[in-house]
């Protein structure tokens, strides 16, 4: 404590400053008392400061929260009363509007999830208790609507469960991406910018789901985890060879030919002329053909960014333009192009940019499992 106390008290001094002017010369003098009541005048400020801001900072953020909860109760109330005029006005074309979001809400499930389990995520008890107090609304205004009002609060449960389930299904797919070391935020804007069509409603004019929060929340949730979930499956992580025998890893390595350094883009894999070559992942072929010191070779373009590409066969079982599965057999091992024995050089890159394929097919079998799921989804949703 001492020692600190001596440091302090080393810091203020007697200093004596002179300044020269007009052929004179004059001596400043500042003592060290005035130094030490400068500085705790000066912290004193900064101090009061701070505590002005941060009191502000909090008082904005109060005000900001409870401004988001009157908005939220006027929604709430907003929607309320739109429901029981809704019910009021005619009970046919409430009728007709629950069978219509019935269909919606079995269709996206289907699509999305085949049959959504039901324990995975459970309503908040809050939101239940709002939803019943609505339903008593409607159904003491008007009577002959209760059990389209039981129908009703059913359907938005429903919504609010698939919803949670897509979310926790995101959450669960990007994780898999990051264990492979790639960014799930990466894939997610590959995936935005591959859309496009005419706009066509899916309510239709004037609907009001169209500007319902609850089924905005579902949309974007439900193409999340389809976004992130295809961006998983793609993911080439099957073995493009048999042989286990490696002959080169990626990276930095002496030329086989020139003896200098080099860097090289992918894996080698030692192996007999004609060994079968297995598509590590779903994709399209965008090139089969003679490719300079690759030799004959074959190049997948998956999703998101993703190709793999398999040099110097012997021969090539697939064209350009052919969609292929994972595992399924485009070449044949072989010694073309710049190569000194029979071998596959397989490369990953991601826009353009060769990456270490070892971390793809060295998966664990946790992350694995998941990928399986999610590309079991893609390819039902595919189909349909």
Do not use: C
């Amino acid at each position: 404590m001492s020692g600190w106390k001596n440091r302090i008290a080393g810091w203020f001094v007697d200093r004596e400053f002179f300044m020269r002017a007009n052929g004179q010369v004059r001596f400043l003098r500042i003592s060290a008392q005035l130094q030490r009541r400068s500085a705790v005048i000066l912290a004193s400020v900064i101090g009061v400061w701070l505590v002005v801001t941060f009191g502000m900072a909090i008082n904005q953020a109060t005000v900001n929260a409870q401004r988001l909860a009157l908005t939220d109760q006027e929604a709430k109330v907003e929607s309320a009363e739109e429901r029981v005029a809704s019910y009021r006005g005619s009970i046919e074309e409430v009728t007709q509007d629950l069978k219509r979001r019935q269909e919606m809400l079995e269709s996206l499930s289907d699509q999305y999830f085949g049959d959504v389990p039901q324990a995975e995520v459970q309503t908040p008890a809050a939101d239940a208790r709002e939803e019943e107090k609505a339903m008593k609304t409607i159904s003491a205004m008007v009577p002959e609507a209760a059990g389209l009002a039981r129908i009703e609060v059913r359907q938005i449960r429903f919504a609010e469960k698939m919803t949670k389930v897509a979310q926790a299904r995101t959450l669960q797919a990007e994780a898999a991406i990051r264990q492979f070391g790639l960014n799930p935020e990466v894939l997610a804007r590959q995936a935005r910018n591959a859309q496009g069509g005419p706009f066509e409603p899916f309510f239709g004019k004037g609907k009001k789901e169209a500007r319902d929060p609850l089924f905005l929340n579902l949309a974007v949730a439900l193409g999340r985890m389809d976004a992130m979930e295809r961006a998983l499956a793609a993911i080439p992580t099957s073995m493009p060879v048999a042989s286990m025998m490696m002959s080169s890893g990626f990276g930095y390595r002496a030329d086989p030919f020139t003896g200098a350094a080099a860097m090289h883009a992918g894996l080698d894999f030692k192996g007999a002329i004609g060994t079968p070559i297995l598509a590590a992942a779903k994709g399209r072929v965008v090139l089969a053909g003679f490719n300079g010191g690759y030799g004959n070779s074959v190049e997948i373009r998956h999703a998101n960014g993703i190709v793999t590409r398999y040099a110097h066969l012997s021969g090539l079982n697939v064209r350009k333009g052919q969609m292929v599965e994972r595992g399924v057999r485009v070449g044949r091992m072989g010694n073309t192009g710049r190569s000194t024995g029979s071998h596959l050089h397989f490369e990953v890159r991601l826009n353009g940019q060769a990456i270490n394929p070892r971390k793809f097919l060295e998966a664990n079998p946790d992350v694995l499992k998941v990928q399986t799921v999610a590309g079991h989804r893609a390819d039902s949703a595919a189909k349909e």
